[in-house]
């Protein structure tokens, strides 16, 4: 079964640090999102993807953060200056949406640890 | 959107059905109802999606009454592993850039 992956499982960086999440998506789909989940907290939608633009963000996914396609399989997101709140798992999803409504696909996580 | 109400927490043993409800009022017409499980460290699982009536998939069963306001999880014969968080969550209708939006859903812990 096709399964969304993602790259590193754990990252640890220091405040103010640039970070790269990496996925990659299920290869037919087309809707791509990342979210986050604060330990012990709700999982939080933070951007959807769709044809090479942002098509909906959250009221977290402020100019720290940013999305790309760089190629025809990776969907990365971005953390510019990290803040020790940034600290949590972050998950890729993607979707294809011809088939149905609300069944998107996540990938394991990558947990990222702000010093 | 519309207001999702479940259990904060279940308990019940291996081997039982286990049956979690929620609920959704104000369910929009073109709505679907979808159930997500996540275990810790994991990202969630799509389980199971359902619009009316009754849905079955080789994981779960989806009862939703004809108004729509509600709907059933079952899990049949449930094992330690399933052990998790549930969600249920509402929408879809709005295209497919929506992001799903998460609430605490439902502890769900299976005893020996």
């Known amino acids: 079964e096709p399964e969304v992956t993602q790259t590193p499982s754990h990252q640890v960086t220091q405040m103010g640090q640039e970070v790269i999440l990496r996925c990659v998506p299920i290869?037919?789909?087309?809707?791509f999102y990342w979210y986050r989940q604060i330990l012990g907290q709700k999982v939080e939608f933070l951007v959807s993807?769709?044809?090479?633009?942002?098509?909906?963000k959250s009221e977290i996914f402020d100019d720290q953060f940013s999305v790309e396609r760089p190629d025809g399989s990776n969907f990365t997101l971005k953390i510019r200056s990290t803040k020790l709140e940034d600290s949590a798992m972050y998950f890729c999803?993607?979707?294809?949406?011809?088939?149905?409504?609300?069944?998107?696909?996540f990938g394991p996580g990558t947990r990222l640890t702000v010093l | 959107l519309a207001k999702i109400t479940q259990p904060i927490s279940m308990d019940s043993y291996e081997g039982q059905e286990v049956n979690i409800t929620c609920s959704h009022n104000?369910?929009?017409?073109?709505?679907?109802i979808t159930w997500y499980q996540q275990f810790p460290s994991q990202g969630p699982r799509f389980i199971i999606q359902?619009?009316?009536t009754k849905v079955t998939n080789e994981v779960a069963s989806l009862f939703i009454p004809a108004d729509r306001k509600s709907s059933t999880l079952s899990l049949p014969r449930v094992s330690l592993s399933d052990t998790a968080v549930y969600y249920c969550?509402?929408?879809?209708?709005?295209?497919?850039?929506?992001?799903?939006?998460f609430g605490k859903g439902t502890h769900l812990i299976i005893q020996p």
């Open positions: 999803a993607s979707s294809d949406k011809l088939v149905s409504t609300d069944t998107q696909y």
């Open positions: 290869s037919n789909h087309l809707y």
């Open positions: 993807f769709y044809n090479n633009e942002i098509s909906e």
């Open positions: 969550l509402v929408g879809g209708s709005g295209g497919g850039a929506d992001g799903l939006t």
């Open positions: 104000n369910i929009a017409t073109n709505d679907y």
């Open positions: 359902g619009y009316k």
